[in-house]
Structure formats: C-alpha cells, structure tokens
C-alpha cells in the first residue's frame, strides 16, 4: 500500500499493489513505464491533494483519461499518474441543451447519454478516447463541419491550476485561460469537469467507399479534391491510400451525418468521380458510427503515426498521397503504412484563428499516417514506413494537430501553434503555471 495522502479520499496504486500493471497501461502497447504511485482521484479535492504531494516528494506529473496519445506522456516514469477515469459521470440537461462531463469519461459516456436524448456534440472517432485530450487538443470528428471542434462546444472548464487553485474558466471568467485550453493542450492544468453545449441529431449516419487502384486513382482523387468546397456539411470527405488483398488501393468517399436518404441523394456526386472497382453504401446509427473504429484502434497494440494540415491539396500533393512513401518499382504494398485524409471546413472555419488557442482553421484536410502492428521485432520497419509517408506528405503541408504529434520538441509545438501564437500560450503558460510543472505534454514553455 502507498503512504497516504492528505486530503486524498481516491485511490493510491502502487507497483506492488493489484492492479498496477492493468492502470498504468495506455493505448500504444510500445509504452512501458511505470510510475512510483498512480493516485485514483474521485474529485477536484483530489487533483489538487495529488499536485500537493507531487510538488512535496519531486515528483513528475502524468495526467491520464483515455491513454491515447502516443508517446503515451500520461505515464511518468517514477514520477505520479493522476488518474482521471474514476470521475466519468456524464449529466445531460436536455432542456438546457448542456451536457457536465467529469474529466476522465471517454467518449462513448458522453455520446450515449447525449443520444439518449436526440442530442451529440462533436466528440472522437474510436470511442474509447478520452474526452480530455481530444477536447484539449481541439477535437475533430463526424460533426465537426456542422457543429465546430469539440473545443469549440464547451460553455466552461474545471480547472485544478499547478498553485493547487481550482477556477472555473469560461468566455468572461478566467477568459485568458479559457482561451489557452480551447486547444493549448494539457498545459495549463488538470480540466477535471467539462460543460459541452449539445445539438440536436438524428442519430443517423452513413459511410459511402468507392474503391479504386492506387495506379488509376489520381484522376478520381483530384475530382474528390474539387468536390470539397461546395460539399454539404453533413459530409466529411474522406480519402484513404491502404493495402487490401495485397494491392495498393485508395478508398474514397464521405461520411454522412444526418437524414441517410439526403446522404444517399449526394451519392451521385460522389460517383461522378470516376467508375469505382466496388463500392460500399453502410447505413447505421449514430452510436455505431462513433464506435465503428473500436475494434482496429484496441489496446495491446503497437503504433506509430505522422500528421500533418495541408491548406491546399495539389496534384503533387494527390499523387504524394497515393504513393504513400514507398520507393518506386516492386512494392511489398503490405509493408508500408497507410493513411487518410479527412475534409475541414464548414463550421470549423468559421471561428476565427485568433478566438482559440486551436490553429489551422483554415486546413483543407487533416493527413493522418500510421502503422499498427504486434510484434516487437517489426517496430524498425514499421516506423520508417510511417515515417517515409509523413516525409512524403511534408512539403505540402500548413502545421500539424497538436494531437498527433510524435515527438516533444519545440519545433512540433511551432508548427502546431505558429509564432505569434505561441508566443501568446507562453505568456499564458508563465502566468498559470511558471515552473513548467505540467510539462508531460506537448510542452510550451512558460515565457
């Protein structure tokens, strides 16, 4: 058992204690550190008796809810995990349209409780993510060209600052500070309570796929490009560049949110593209939308990712794309990494770049590569193929989603923020908390 203590009233985990290994575990299994406690909190009181004692015994301090991200920086090495997921409580007012979202829920809490009453904000596409990070960093999803980014749904923020303060930041309370944690990440605090504003949803969706050789897909792939201004906002466009039965095949398409025959009706659009080699029109819920991704993004697993925004997507930047970073002649297809592009625009672009911490507000598409994979001896090859597709889309790109960052360095964090705005976040990051003392983050350094 772990010394108590004060004020603590969750639960204290150490290395020798049951369950350890079952709550330091985090979503890429290439992550195996170990903290020197692993403090349970049930409440702000909590949060600020556990920040109390990492100050006391020096100790690094890791934040954790869902465990994406993928350098897995909510588990310090001997240092303190403050575990958010005991505080998961979802309340939905659904008069007032506002749902109160403790710190450590994933998505799926808030997504059925808001579903329950013809409700949703814009949340994550694999429901096992914490609302935390994803809001913190920004927050892209199914609804986000209708809705805005999930950080740009909360109404207020609970927040335990690094002095052991609890503030409650809104657009008129703590503005500043409101400002910094609509995509400023984890930099300026342990958000243990969210207030979402809800929207109306019909609880319908729609996934539409048309599959195409890689080799006859450049023409198709700049018509889909061209379609992405115009498209209505119930669709988010999407494009893939994957290996299926060993060929190299992009997949093409939108997911469509909302009345599925007004889905239907955009096929034709889609279509006009060019003549598929199949294609797949899958109706579901919403519900099941949101969870559709669960089974491919499961613990256990070993990742490695690139990401970058392109504010415009050219010929070049198309045919990149399609070649997916792999050496000309004689491709082993299953041997490189794939990756996808997801459609901004709509409500995202709406809000101005300089009312949130947030940036790329004027993104085409989101690029996401990766790989995905079990066995330690493959972890070589596998990150260079992922590496050699992000280096490939490189030059095209605007910045990068705070989110998906691989490294923690300065130059990530620059091309997350820019200049003028991270020079914005550091004034905000020296006044809440000048010792750097949350820095297991996507760090911006106190000015």
């Known amino acids: 058992m772990q010394q108590a203590i004060p004020r603590f009233e969750g639960h204290l985990i150490g290395p020798a204690d049951d369950g350890y290994d079952s709550h330091r575990e985090v979503w890429n299994a290439m992550v195996d550190r170990r903290p020197a406690v692993i403090a349970r909190c049930t409440s702000a009181g909590d949060v600020v008796a556990a920040i109390r004692m990492a100050r006391e015994r020096g100790l690094e301090i890791g934040v954790k809810c869902g465990g994406h991200n993928v350098l897995g ?5 001997d240092g303190l995990m403050i575990d958010l997921t005991p505080m998961a409580e979802v309340r939905v ?14 998505l799926r809490f808030l997504d059925r409780a808001a579903q329950a009453h013809g409700l949703a904000t814009t949340a994550g596409n694999v429901s096992h993510t914490g609302v935390g990070g994803l809001t913190l960093g920004g927050g892209m999803g199914w609804l986000a060209r209708q809705a805005g980014l999930a950080c740009d749904n909360v109404e207020a923020y609970t927040v335990v600052t690094a002095d052991g303060e609890i503030l409650r930041a809104t657009a008129t309370d703590h503005a500043d500070l409101f400002w910094g944690l609509r995509g400023g990440g984890g930099n300026f605090g342990v958000v243990t309570e969210f207030e979402f504003r809800l929207h109306p949803v019909t609880g319908n969706a729609l996934i539409v796929e048309l599959a195409f050789d890689a080799a006859d897909a450049a023409e198709p792939m700049r018509r889909w490009r061209d379609l992405l201004p115009d498209a209505p906002r119930q669709a988010t466009l999407t494009a893939d560049a994957v290996t299926v039965d060993g060929r190299s095949t992009a997949l093409i398409g939108y997911v469509w949110v909302g009345d599925p025959d007004q889905g239907r009706a955009y096929l034709p659009t889609m279509q006009s593209i060019g003549r598929s080699r199949g294609e797949s029109v899958t109706e579901m819920s919403y519900l099941e939308l949101q969870s559709i991704g669960d089974e491919n993004h499961h613990h256990g697993l070993r990742r490695y990712s690139a990401g970058h925004y392109l504010t415009e997507l050219s010929d070049a930047a198309v045919d990149a794309f399609l070649a997916r970073g792999a050496a000309s002649g004689g491709v082993d297809w299953s041997r490189v990494a794939g990756g996808g592009f997801q459609a901004y625009g709509g409500a995202i672009g709406e809000v101005a770049n300089e009312d949130s911490a947030f940036s790329h507000r004027d993104a085409v598409v989101e690029f996401f590569g990766g790989q995905t994979w079990a066995d330690p001896a493959e972890d070589e090859w596998r990150m260079e193929s992922a590496r050699a597709f992000g280096a490939a889309m490189e030059p095209f790109a605007s910045g990068v989603y705070v989110n ?22 550091a004034a905000l990051k020296r006044r809440y908390d000048p010792d750097n003392l949350f820095h297991l983050n996507q760090n911006i350094a106190p000015a």
């Open 73 to 77: 920086l909510s588990v310090p090495h």
């Open 93 to 106: 007012d659904p008069v007032a349209r506002r749902a109160t979202v403790g710190g450590g829920a994933l």
């Open 404 to 425: 998906v960052l691989t490294q923690q360095d300065e130059a990530g964090v620059r091309r997350a923020y820019g200049d003028a705005k991270l020079a914005r976040l």
